[in-house]
T-cell receptor
Framework: GENVGLHLPTLSVQEGDNSIINCAYS??????FIWYKQESGKGPQFIID?????DKRQGQRVTVLLNKTVKHLSLQIAATQPGDSAVYFC????????????FGTGTRLTVIP | EAQVTQNPRYLITVTGKKLTVTCSQN?????MSWYRQDPGLGLRQIYY???????DKGDVPEGYKVSRKEKRNFPLILESPSPNQTSLYFC????????????FGQGTRLTVV
């Protein structure tokens, strides 16, 4: 599979602070990236996605940044809340190629009240 | 309510005893897929289906079979389970493909002894 990894396996932040979760990918041909959140005992939930023709995309309290030069993307969560505590996965894929995704190993985010 | 339903949620079986994990979605999605989740390895795709009677291998298809006879159902079949297939399994569906928001089931925890 693809080498989609994360710089930090765990991240702890104070409630109200901003969180940044990083992800590195190795396949320069990947042109589609997506972030999922997985709470304990549940299936992953879609957060946000981005195509390679964009550098930044914003959602509600979340922003994804894509740096194709260094094959890196990040997920920024503003004003982190206790409900944001979860494991976050990035995944990469190709819009034109096989219709599958390659997931990273995940980062566990813990929000300290 | 839009959902992906997997059954069973938990299963303990013995090596070699055929089993099926069912997956059903009520959103009329064309794309469905199966993943396994193992500690330290993240989510790995087993099989996916673009539509009825159209299935394809993902990253780790060995030891698994799938079928897509109806749009809403995508069962995962283990003809002869082995202990290395002990894992947490997720079914997912999305409207058009892997490159889009996917809805995941609650997961099936399988133990093969």
């Amino acid at each position: 599979g693809e080498n989609v990894g994360l710089h930090l396996p765990t991240l702890s932040v104070q409630e109200g602070d901003n969180s940044i979760i990083n992800c590195a990918y190795s396949n320069s041909a990947s042109d589609y990236f997506i972030w999922y959140k997985q709470e304990s005992g549940k299936g992953p939930q879609f957060i946000i996605d981005i195509r390679s023709n964009m550098d930044k995309r914003q959602g509600q309290r979340v922003t994804v940044l894509l740096n194709k030069t260094v094959k890196h993307l990040s997920l920024q969560i503003a004003a982190t809340q206790p409900g944001d505590s979860a494991v976050y996965f990035c995944a990469e894929g190709s819009l034109a190629g096989a219709n599958n995704l390659f997931f990273g190993t995940g980062t566990r985010l813990t929000v300290i009240p | 309510e839009a959902q992906v339903t997997q059954n069973p949620r938990y299963l303990i079986t013995v090596t070699g005893k055929k089993l099926t994990v069912t997956c059903s979605q009520n959103m009329n999605h064309e794309y469905m897929s199966w993943y396994r989740q193992d500690p330290g390895l993240g989510l790995r795709q087993i099989y996916y289906s673009m539509n009825v009677e159209v299935t394809d291998k993902g990253d780790v298809p060995e030891g698994y079979k799938v079928s897509r006879k109806e749009k809403r159902n995508f069962p995962l079949i283990l003809e002869s389970p082995s202990p290395n297939q002990t894992s947490l399994y997720f079914c997912a569906s999305s409207l058009t493909g892997a490159q889009g928001r996917a809805f995941f089931g609650q997961g099936t925890r399988l133990t093969v002894v």
